[in-house]
Every structure is written in C-alpha cells, then in structure tokens.
C-alpha cells in the first residue's frame, strides 16, 4: 500500500508535468509510486564525481553520508540519511523538498536527475 503522502507528491508532480511541459516531473512522480525496495541507495561520494559545483540534483531514492562531497549542491531525495544532510550543509548546499524543487526549476531544465 502506497503512503498518502507518497500518492499526493505524484499527483502534485503529474501536474507539474503537464503544466510546465516537464516530462523529468512525470519520470520523478513515476519513480515516486514504485515499491520501496525498488528504489535505490546512493552515497554522497558518488554524487560528488557524477555532479559539479551549483548543480541542481535529483534522486529518487536515499542519499547515504558514506564519503564527501567536494562541492555545494542543491539535493532533492525522497530520503536522506542525516549524516548526508550534514555534509551537504556543511559545503553550503540545499536540501528542499519537491515543491520548492518544482518551484525553482518549473521547466526542469538544468537539473540532474541520477538514478
């Protein structure tokens, strides 16, 4: 059974989609309804060598605080260890959730989707 909060993320994402003509909105809001353990891990060095400095960063699944990261980025994560979080915090990056994420990049170009 699937989180009403889970449900209401894809549904806000799907619009999103549609309004701003954004299909990494509608591939996000697809990754959101998959069963948890379909999802993905991911460690915070890894993000490091796949990113760069300022980027926009989207994973749909959980960031892990294995490593470091040697730049600032702004992360959206359906999860994220508190270890990561700090890390990224400390090289002065962001973390937001989906709204804000939609928010700041309607279109959604110029953001990394990994997974």
């Known amino acids: 059974m699937t989180n009403q ?3 209401r993320m894809a549904k806000e994402l ?5 309004e701003n ?4 909105w509608a ?6 309804l998959k069963p948890s353990s379909a999802r993905r891990d991911i460690n915070i060095y890894r993000i490091g060598q ?3 400095e300022n980027d926009t960063v989207v ?4 960031v892990l605080g294995v490593g470091d990261i040697p730049h600032k980025i702004t992360l959206y994560s359906f999860s994220i260890s508190s270890s990561a979080a700090s890390k990224i915090l400390k090289k002065g ?3 937001i ?19």
């Open 5 to 7: 909060v889970v449900l």
């Open 14 to 18: 799907k619009k999103a989609s549609t």
């Open 21 to 24: 003509d954004a299909p990494i």
């Open 27 to 32: 591939k996000l809001a697809e990754y959101a």
């Open 50 to 52: 796949l990113t760069k």
């Open 59 to 62: 994973f749909p699944g959980k």
């Open 93 to 95: 990056g962001n973390i």
């Open 97 to 115: 959730n989906h709204t804000e994420m939609v928010r700041q990049n309607p279109t959604g170009k110029g953001v990394v989707l990994l997974g």
